[in-house]
């Protein structure tokens, strides 16, 4: 079946300017993550969802930065109020089951975002 | 603290050889899974190979094995007959019942030399 898709693939903003990336899982996943990724490191978490309900935000830098699930489907992270430092790649991944130690996470493509 | 050390920022192996990628972590929890993801120039996160902290048995699958040396904290990652197609960033992973995330390293860029 498909993967995980993010759109866009790629966004270019002015500073101030708000975005929304949106994700969607895999098919039937029941928990959905977002990470931001700088250059040259690892994917840092920033929020969980399980269907439709987000169980932790934790990740999340600061208060311009939201995620939304409505319907336990796709997925949209919005920034507001852009920053040159949100410059990076968002990754999304989903996961069968919920809370699981075994359980694996399939990451979509990314968006890369660069913030002028 | 760090959760996931991956000491190798860069390695080289010639084709054909065997390479080893290390990996250390630091969890209280007795329950626990190790993960590693390639990360290709393309920018995708593919999903290698998976240990679970109870297991008995290091995991396999295909070329790739994971070296799990539980009193060590250690879940070394080991590609066999390296093919050019693997030089790519390794990417070492963790989640533990602190968290639902993943926890990632800061990941070792390998070359395959022809």
């Known amino acids: 079946g498909a993967g995980v898709s993010q759109s866009p693939r790629y966004k270019v903003t002015k500073r101030g300017q708000d975005v929304a990336l949106r994700c969607d899982p895999i098919?039937?996943?029941?928990?959905l993550y977002w990470y931001r990724q700088a250059l040259g490191q690892g994917p840092e978490f920033l929020t969980y969802?399980?269907?439709?309900?987000?169980?932790?935000k934790s990740g999340l830098p600061n208060d311009r930065f939201s995620a939304e699930r409505p319907e336990g489907s796709i997925s949209t992270l919005t920034i507001q109020r852009t920053e040159q430092r949100d410059s990076a790649m968002y990754r999304c991944?989903?996961?069968?089951?919920?809370?699981?130690?075994?359980?694996?996470?399939?990451f979509g493509p990314g968006t890369r975002l660069t913030v002028l | 603290a760090q959760k996931i050390t991956q000491t190798q920022p860069g390695m080289f192996v010639q084709e054909k050889e065997a390479v080893t990628l290390d990996c250390t972590y630091d969890?209280?929890?007795?329950?626990?899974?190790l993960f590693w993801y390639k990360q290709p120039s393309s920018g995708e996160m593919i999903f290698l190979i998976y240990?679970?902290?109870?297991?008995?048995q290091n995991a396999t699958e295909g070329r790739y094995s994971l070296n799990f040396q539980k009193a060590r904290k250690s879940a070394n990652l080991v590609i066999s007959a390296s093919q050019l197609g693997d030089s790519a960033m390794y990417f070492c992973?963790?989640?533990?019942?602190?968290?639902?995330?993943?926890?990632f390293g800061t990941g070792t860029s390998l070359t395959v030399i022809p």
């Open positions: 991944a989903s996961s069968r089951v919920s809370g699981g130690i075994t359980d694996t996470q399939y």
């Open positions: 098919s039937g996943h029941v928990s």
């Open positions: 969802f399980n269907y439709e309900a987000q169980q932790d």
């Open positions: 969890t209280s929890d007795q329950s626990y899974g």
């Open positions: 240990q679970g902290s109870y297991d008995e």
């Open positions: 992973a963790m989640r533990d019942r602190t968290g639902n995330q993943f926890y």
